[in-house]
């Protein structure tokens, strides 16, 4: 498997630290608001990554962290008139349910920066010892001088660094790019203890204590959206190589953005629409295909129609198998499409490139569609298609395929119903949506709601 590598700006062979193995930790969300469509990229692409490696037959370990300290968090305390604490627990949950509803695998393991506060301590303080970090009144600073190899990651010279220093961090620092691990605190600011006062940690600190914690030293893979090389990422490395003298992770990998009229969506240029919002309109398959369908390095521009597109391009697929009546094949996978298995594994293998996997799958749709062929070569097809759509998160919707007995019309009005019943949800008006439920149960259809979206069936 080659796979693009930050470190060396080439594409590479994938080999990993222990074989059969695979270690990766990604960054997860900063919780002070709901994430963004944007952030989803980033989310979906590692997603992707980790169900590959499984499908492949590797053990992974997949690390996602949660940062529930930051200076955003406490500005949105203040505007929200509540505290720090109630803040991240609010949007931190709010993350689960949202990456839960995109179809997103839970991660091995999901620590909170809170939680890791005395190994924080810790690092730091080796580091000072060490003499690769310095105290200037109550901050604790990284020594970029000290470590002849910093700017590897991004490729950076120093001059470009400047550019990378916060400006309202602090001025008695040695040289602009050294950064903050540790902060002294402002008065109303949460705290915490140290050996320097009380005060808190640095984002970067934070995200090398909490990889370091779950896959040790070094392990297989790091990753993030492109913003995070420099100098989130430069910085990670950095204090993992003052610390062992060993890279932090052998793969560095990283999506492109989500533009929206030609700039990264984000929150500071306010021109983002939330995870939240766009699965009210669209389907959780629907916002997958469309950033599938482009390589995870390209960027991407936010267009509704093409959403639609890929709503239509999810139904196809569905109503592919469902021409087959999918649930009832009972067929044995058998090798009559390995072509096209070996082109999907040849496509993700070249740095995962799901777009060539995806017309793989559009592939497989046309010959389960295909009415010419024998019935056991499409039932293969559609074990096929559900199989490798399933490496890429898709076509696990069963109840879309169980009512494929049903004439379409009562089908499209109970969906219709169920939508209905959503919106009133969102309008907090539950006794419509309640009666909209008993209505239909007494139909004889069951309702479940599920973090991903209301589903439904008949009852048995
Ligand atoms: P944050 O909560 O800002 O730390 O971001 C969480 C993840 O989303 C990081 O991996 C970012 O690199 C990624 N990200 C942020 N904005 C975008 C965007 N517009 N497109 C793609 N990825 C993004
Ligand atoms: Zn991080």
């Given amino acids: 498997m080659q796979i693009y590598n930050q470190i060396t700006r080439t594409k590479e062979e994938f080999v990993p630290l222990t074989p059969g193995k695979v270690k990766i930790y990604a960054c997860g969300p900063t919780v002070y608001n709901y994430f963004h469509i944007g952030n989803a990229r980033a989310f979906l692409f590692f997603d992707v990554l980790r169900r590959y490696f499984e499908w492949r037959g590797y053990d992974v370990e997949y690390v996602q962290n949660i940062t529930d300290i930051d200076d955003r968090i406490i500005g ?5 008139g509540i505290p720090f604490s109630e803040v991240a627990a609010k949007y931190s949950c709010a993350f689960l349910e949202d ?12 620590p909170k920066a809170t939680e890791v506060m005395d190994e924080i301590i810790a690092l730091i303080d080796a580091l000072v010892q060490k003499g690769y970090a310095y105290e200037v009144e109550g901050d604790v600073c990284f020594d970029t001088a000290a470590l002849p190899e910093y700017g590897s990651l991004s490729g950076k010279k120093t001059e470009d660094q400047l550019a990378g220093a916060r400006v309202d961090e602090n001025f008695q620092k040695r040289h602009p790019a050294d950064f903050t691990l540790w902060k002294h605190s402002k008065p109303g600011e949460p705290v915490w203890p140290s050996p320097w006062g009380e005060g808190r940690p640095g984002w970067h600190t934070e995200c090398v204590v909490m990889s370091r914690k779950y896959l040790g030293d070094t392990f297989d893979i790091h990753g993030g959206g492109i913003d995070l090389i420099f100098p989130h990422h430069e910085n990670e490395l950095a204090q993992a190589r003052a610390l062992t003298g060993k ?21 500071s240029l306010k021109n983002f629409f939330t995870a939240r919002d766009i699965l009210r309109e669209h389907s959780a ?26 709503e239509r391009a999810v139904n196809n697929f569905y109503s592919a198998l469902k021409s087959i009546g999918f649930q009832n094949v009972s067929a044995i996978p058998d090798d009559t499409y390995f072509p096209q298995k070996e082109a999907f594994i040849q496509a993700m293998d070249d740095d995962l490139n799901s777009a060539k996997a995806i ?9 389960v569609k295909n009415e010419q062929l024998p019935r056991p070569q499409r039932e293969q097809a559609a074990l096929l298609l559900v199989q490798l759509g399933g490496v890429l998160g898709f076509f696990q919707n069963l109840a879309c395929l169980e009512e494929a007995t049903l004439p379409d019309l009562s089908r499209q009005l109970i969906e219709l119903l169920v939508r209905y019943r959503q919106e009133a949800r969102n309008n907090k008006n539950w006794a419509l949506s309640d009666a909209i439920r008993d209505d239909l149960a007494a139909l004889g259809i069951e309702l479940n709601d599920t973090p991903g979206g209301c589903n439904w069936k008949h009852k048995e």
């Fill in 76 to 80: 949105q305390s203040i505007d929200e």
């Fill in 359 to 367: 017309a793989v799958l559009f592939d497989l749709a046309r010959n």
């Fill in 285 to 310: 398959e629907a916002v997958r295909f469309f950033f599938l369908s482009k390589h995870y390095r390209s960027p991407i521009d936010f267009n509704r129609e093409i959403i639609e597109e890929s």
């Fill in 99 to 110: 990456s839960a509803a995109l179809g997103i695998k839970a991660p091995t393991h999901q």
């Fill in 247 to 267: 890279p932090l992770a052998n793969y560095w990998i990283h999506n492109g953005f989500l533009n929206i009229d030609g700039e990264k969506m984000s929150k």
